[in-house]
């Protein structure tokens, strides 16, 4: 029952054109403010600072906590989201929970929720699961992440390989 009331929801979305590409931003270059909207005690949120402090430790990163699964969830996430969308300088948002079952990820396949993720301020990453898991935030987010680690690695580039492109150009103006 579940999995068909996923693909009615989807083909909806689908049909009202919010999976579409052209809808899809580009995360920026360099991001000045991330907001990740998760469980503030799970394991997602523990490997996704893990990442961003290993790569980045310069960009500022706001945990908007709220409940990820079970009676309820949907729409504090959607009250989650909204706060993050908020905050001063955020320009990208990871919205997301490690992996469960399709009961566990339901939360994320709420249609309040896909639609307010299809109309965000800012490019929204879905982190929702491990690579075998979708849901519906995945298909109407701007980029979908197989993993919540994966997320976090395609929010920021690495410092050390910043600082190696700009030590190259800087050689190649000084012997130019």
Same mark, same amino acid.
């Given at each position: 029952?579940?999995?068909?009331?996923?693909?009615?929801?989807?083909?909806?979305? !689908?049909?009202? /054109?919010? *999976?579409?590409?052209? !809808?899809?931003?580009?995360?920026? #270059?360099?991001?000045?403010?991330? #907001?990740?909207? %998760?469980?503030? %005690? +799970?394991?997602?949120? $523990?490997?996704?600072?893990?990442?961003?402090?290993?790569?980045? $430790?310069?960009? =500022?990163?706001?945990?908007?906590? %709220?409940?990820?699964? /079970?009676? +309820?969830?949907?729409?504090?996430?959607?009250?989650? @989201?909204? !706060? #993050? *969308?908020?905050? =001063?300088?955020?320009?990208?948002?990871?919205? +997301?929970? +490690?992996?469960?079952?399709?009961?566990?990820?339901?939360?994320?396949?709420?249609?309040?929720?896909?639609?307010?993720?299809? %109309?965000?301020?800012?490019?929204?990453?879905?982190?929702?699961?491990?690579?075998?898991?979708?849901?519906?935030?995945? *298909?109407?987010?701007?980029?979908?992440? =197989?993993?919540?680690?994966? #997320?976090?690695?395609?929010?920021? !580039?690495?410092?050390?390989?910043?600082?190696?492109? @700009?030590?190259?150009?800087?050689? @190649?103006?000084?012997?130019?």
């Amino acid at each position: 029952a579940l999995q068909k009331a996923f693909e009615q929801l989807k083909e909806k979305l !689908k049909m009202e /054109g919010l *999976f579409e590409a052209a !809808k899809k931003r580009p995360l920026p #270059a360099l991001p000045r403010h991330i #907001a990740i909207v %998760t469980s503030p %005690t +799970g394991a997602a949120i $523990r490997d996704m600072m893990n990442v961003l402090s290993r790569r980045n $430790r310069s960009v =500022p990163v706001t945990l908007v906590p %709220t409940i990820v699964q /079970g009676e +309820g969830s949907a729409p504090q996430i959607i009250e989650a @989201l909204k !706060k #993050a *969308f908020q905050l =001063p300088n955020v320009d990208v948002v990871i919205v +997301g929970r +490690g992996g469960g079952s399709i009961e566990d990820l339901w939360a994320f396949n709420d249609e309040k929720l896909a639609r307010l993720i299809a %109309t965000a301020p800012v490019p929204v990453i879905s982190a929702v699961g491990h690579e075998i898991d979708f849901t519906i935030a995945d *298909f109407v987010a701007d980029l979908r992440a =197989p993993t919540p680690s994966a #997320a976090a690695e395609l929010v920021v !580039k690495n410092t050390g390989d910043l600082i190696s492109k @700009l030590q190259a150009s800087e050689r @190649l103006l000084r012997f130019s």
